[in-house]
């Protein structure tokens, strides 16, 4: 059975920090690419992060460039999402997402977190 679960989720102020943690079992982890999702309210689903199989590559969203950075561990089949000088925009609920790099329609999701940037 395969699982992905996030963790790391609450409320922080503007300007602080968190970081996101998604874990997978149930497939073999290194040979996915692993995503970062969100989703706010009444707003579509849109890409943060994404990180390759050996994490030498990662892109972002532009509107997170310079603030968060992806990263995994593939001992411990888990993907980070470490986020800085968060905004009151960042709010959403965020998703894990792990992707078959030959074939995309392969697909897995996370329950998601929630993270709520308010002062």
């Known amino acids: 059975q395969v699982q992905l679960v996030e963790s790391g989720g609450g409320l922080v102020q503007p300007g602080g920090s968190l970081r996101l943690s998604c874990t997978l079992s149930g497939l073999a982890f290194s040979f996915y690419t692993m995503n970062w999702y969100r989703q706010a309210p009444g707003k579509e689903r849109e890409l943060v992060a994404g990180?390759?199989?050996?994490?030498?590559?990662?892109n972002y969203a532009d509107s997170v460039k310079g603030r968060f950075t992806i990263s995994r561990d593939n001992a411990k089949n888990t993907v980070y999402l470490q986020m800085n000088s968060l905004k009151p925009e960042d709010t959403a609920v965020y998703y894990c997402n792990a992707v078959w790099p030959f074939d995309s329609s392969q697909k897995y999701w996370g329950q998601g977190t929630q993270v709520t940037v308010s002062s």
């Open positions: 990180i390759t199989r050996a994490g030498g590559s990662a």
